[in-house]
């Protein structure tokens, strides 16, 4: 049982069925035993709170404790302890305790620099709020001083999140929360200095001046202080700062930027006046460290997108949504007969950005049909791409990337030596010699003078010499640099130990980095040995994740495949990503569904590779389940379009008998296939396998594997025309034991009498639904049966009921992300307004439409003219996403 102090005295069954409590009594008597979960509340404080205005009586509580005790049942004891009761429930169980603990936890993220991990934490702790903590006690002292103690929790937790945020970039969007949360707490200074960091990065300096001022005199004049040395700190640094918007910020660079000051202003000289420059040169010369400069250097917004991890060109169109936060489909099937590049030219159209594509030269091609694009149709954006040969756009500006000049090598050598051993001195000589036969290239460069961690200098000038001299007698064919910069590598990877060398060939399956978990488990390796590989700069480590520079990687994927083990170690590799998508499916159903998302989104990449070579060697086995495991994830997130070619190729291999064993598994292959642009051919040849193979997955008294696969069925039959297809097969899971399955059940077996007519019983079956998600603490699937509730409000004439359920379904769909989402709910909200609110739903519509062009949807203008009252006379159509119902 589930217990709510966060607002009035609530108590839900495991099936989300609310508890009936009583009165006011009772509620009071509860919510003072929840305070304290598990600990003594003395008899006589009880027996006051529940009558106030009385004597306390004995009695009377003891009547009111049996009553509680009778309406609670006996799987949560109230025990008499001493001189008072407790109740004895987990912690956990009663939203205030879960809130405490969510709230550090985020802190703690906080704190460690994890800024994505504690604003999920954080956003999952102010969820639980419903009103004012303790609504439902007296205004005791003590009840008042935990109240307060609990309302200064919320605050300082909204902070924690605001913090967050701002630290992700999102100062635009916290402006306005954060303008309320000033006008409630004039004296906190810590809001006041959150809405200045927010003003300012926003392109407000003035503005954020303006609210230290009006937070200096609210000080001065109700408590006769001067501002916080932190505060007056804030204030003179925006006075000193910069006053320009802050962009999008490329990669963090670990280490200063050594020889190319002057490279930087000629380039983005240049790409004032050019919409597209391309700096080539060969690997390892220093071009993506100076496009990074680069791009730090331009006032415009900047959207830096790493290419090197992307196999298939065919992709590109998806990877830059991604890194542009962009989802490439909502929550639900289909896209609206919407391709990915359709969704990035309107996102584009009129934004002014330099878009910064680094590591074209193995997708040139495809890279280079993208950028012609997108310049000939989004006329304020620019381009700025790193390849090792130029993309061959006309309008393309070529910028040669040289080696270091012998000065700045000398510097670079230097800097990166002392790094690693410290104080160190050399003769410039020497040091010129060795960065002479490294032919000035910067990566060769701090590559060698990482080995000075446990070499002397004279021995690595010795060793690098003998190495360069093997490599330069390799391919004439091959450009000298290059066999440069792999001799510069093969010779590092030579002094590895033979530990070391087997660990960093296998680690090249990795195509996102990984974590050390993963490491040593495809590896076969321990921590030890990553840091050694770290030590040497043949790994780097970001953000808990261990990575590898692509022109490495590169050597050790030839060194795997060498060994022999390529085959073990990918199937090694795509068992990791199955065991860790299967692990996280369950939790994207339950209240850590966020914390998960983030998890999952970080082996993005990992799992796309891993589906395609299982895809390629046809381990059909294989990828089957990587498909299924990843299939709630990739839609919640918004991404299965990036399985859909992996799948149709599946479906391919396997024909129309599902392997046995797998026919869910199956299912949702043909669903995934389904969603592409060959859909409706797909469809037609694989519905009726997969309907068999599903009804005897899910017909038998034990449940399916994979949920998701109901929904999915369902909308898809919908989609096609034809919901009581699947009807039957789903409401049938309605008495499942998995509370998820059950929910899910009641919202689809709702559809069944929504579509005979009768709302009275849709709306139940409905509800249940939402009572259902919602005590899980699963945000997605409460927000489609509050949609549906909202729908079937609005239909029946009760607009305030139908605009109170948008709006629960538009905070829950802000949580995932789910912006085009939010767009359809923001138009809904507005059609249930506009009779009574036209301005309101104005807004609701041009929040929208703005919405929707920020998401590369199809029809920001259709949108916009919505809240028009013309558009119908005129007699235009309106196109909007097909609802759910």
Not at 653 to 661: K, L, M, N, R
Not at 685 to 706: M, V
Not at 856 to 876: H, Q, S, Y
Request: glycine residues 10%; charged residues 25%; contains cysteine.
């Amino acid at each position: 049982m589930r217990f709510g102090i966060l607002g009035d005295t609530r108590a839900w069954c495991a099936d989300g069925t609310e508890v009936p409590l009583g009165g006011p009594a009772r509620r009071a008597l509860l919510a003072l035993l929840l305070s304290r979960p598990g600990e003594i509340v003395a008899a006589d404080r009880l027996a006051d709170e529940i009558d106030p205005d009385g004597a306390p009586s004995a009695h009377a509580l003891q009547s009111q404790v049996s009553r509680l005790r009778a309406v609670l049942g006996p799987e949560v004891p109230i025990e008499r302890a001493g001189t008072g009761y407790r109740i004895v429930v987990a912690p956990d169980d009663v939203d205030a305790s879960r809130f405490e603990r969510l709230a550090r936890e985020g802190r703690a993220a906080l704190r460690d620099d994890d800024a994505g991990r504690a604003v999920a934490l954080l956003r999952e702790a102010l969820g639980l709020w419903r009103g004012a903590a303790l609504a439902d006690l007296g205004e005791g002292e003590t009840v008042r001083a935990a109240a307060v103690r609990l309302e200064e929790l919320r605050l300082g937790a909204t902070e924690d999140r605001i913090e967050g945020e701002l630290r992700l970039g999102e100062h635009r969007a916290a402006v306005p929360e954060l303008r309320e949360l000033v006008g409630r707490h004039p004296l906190r200074e810590r809001a006041a200095g959150l809405l200045m960091r927010a003003l300012f990065a926003a392109g407000g300096p003035a503005e954020a001046l303006v609210v230290f001022e009006e937070t200096r005199r609210h000080l001065a004049d109700e408590l006769g202080a001067d501002p916080s040395a932190e505060l007056t700190a804030l204030h003179r640094e925006l006075l000193s700062a910069d006053p320009s918007p802050s962009p999008v910020a490329p990669p963090a660079q670990l280490t200063a930027f050594v020889g190319r000051e002057e490279d930087v202003a000629e380039v983005a000289g240049l790409l004032r006046v050019a919409r597209l420059v391309t700096l080539v040169g060969p690997g390892g010369v220093g071009k993506t460290r100076l496009s990074v400069e680069v791009a730090g250097a331009m006032a415009d917004e900047v959207c830096f997108v790493e290419l090197a991890p992307s196999r298939d060109g065919a992709g590109l169109p998806q990877t830059l949504l991604a890194a542009l936060g962009l989802r490439e489909n909502g929550l639900h099937l289909g896209g609206g007969g919407q391709t990915p590049l359709d969704r990035l030219i309107t996102a584009l159209s009129d934004r002014v950005l330099v878009l910064v594509l680094d590591n074209c030269e193995h997708v040139v091609e495809e890279a280079a049909a993208l950028t012609a694009r997108l310049l000939a149709t989004c006329p304020r954006l620019r381009v700025l791409a790193t390849s090792r040969e130029p993309l061959g756009v006309i309008g393309e500006h070529l910028r040669q990337v040289a080696p270091l000049d012998a000065e700045a090598a000398v510097r670079l050598f230097t800097d990166r030596a002392r790094a690693v051993r410290r104080g160190f001195t050399a003769d410039p000589e020497v040091v010129r010699r060795i960065c002479a036969a490294l032919d000035d290239l910067p990566l060769a460069i701090e590559l060698a003078a990482a080995r000075l961690r446990t070499l002397h200098l004279d021995d690595l000038a010795a060793r690098l010499d003998d190495r360069l001299g093997v490599a330069a007698r390799g391919s004439r064919g091959t450009d000298e640099r290059h066999r440069t910069l792999r001799s510069v590598v093969a010779w590092s990877w030579d002094l590895l130990p033979a530990a070391e060398q087997e660990a960093a060939r296998r680690f090249a399956v990795f195509a996102g980095g990984a974590t050390a978990e993963s490491a040593a488990l495809v590896c076969g390796t321990d921590a030890d040995t990553l840091e050694s590989l770290l030590d040497k700069s043949l790994l780097e480590l970001a953000g808990g994740r261990y990575r590898m520079l692509e022109t490495i990687r590169a050597y050790a994927a030839e060194r795997l495949d060498e060994s022999g083990e390529g085959e073990s170690v990918r199937r090694a590799h795509a068992r990791r990503l199955l065991d860790l998508t299967r692990s996280a499916d369950p939790h994207l159903r339950r209240p850590e569904q966020l914390e998960w998302l983030i998890v999952l989104a970080a082996e993005h990449g990992d799992l796309l590779a891993a589906v395609r070579w299982a895809v390629e060697v046809r381990e059909a086995e294989t990828a089957l389940d990587l498909i299924a495991a990843a299939t709630h994830y990739l839609w919640i997130r918004g991404a299965s379009a990036s399985i859909v070619p992996q799948a149709a190729t599946l479906l391919e291999v396997i024909g129309e008998e599902p392997p046995a064993g797998r026919g869910e598994e199956y299912a949702l292959a043909v669903l995934a296939a389904a969603s592409g642009a060959a859909g409706r051919w797909v469809w037609r040849r694989h519905r009726a396998p997969a309907e068999k193979a599903l009804t005897a997955a899910w017909s038998g008294d034990e449940p399916g594997r994979h949920p998701v696969v109901l929904l999915m069925w369902m909308m898809r039959n919908a989609g096609e025309g034809d919901p009581q297809g699947a009807f039957t097969l789903v409401a049938s899971q309605c008495d499942r034991a998995d509370p998820w399955v059950r929910a899910a059940a009641r919202y689809v077996s709702g559809f069944g009498p929504l579509g005979a007519g009768d709302t009275a019983e849709a709306e139940r079956v409905f509800a249940e639904a939402v009572a259902g998600f919602r005590s899980l603490g699963e945000r997605w699937g409460t927000a489609l049966a509050l949609d549906a509730l909202a729908g079937m409000a609005g239909a029946r004439g009760d607009r305030a009921a139908a605009i109170a359920l948008t709006d629960e379904a538009l905070a829950l769909t802000e949580s995932l992300g789910a912006l085009e989402d939010g767009a359809d709910l923001l138009v809904n909200r507005g059609d249930h307004l506009v009779a009574d609110d036209a301005v309101a739903a104005r807004a609701d519509y041009e929040k929208a439409a703005e919405a929707a062009g920020v998401m590369g949807a199809a029809t920001p203008e259709a949108l916009r003219a919505m809240g028009l009252p013309e558009p119908v006379a005129r007699g235009e159509r309106v196109v909007k996403r097909p609802r759910r119902d």
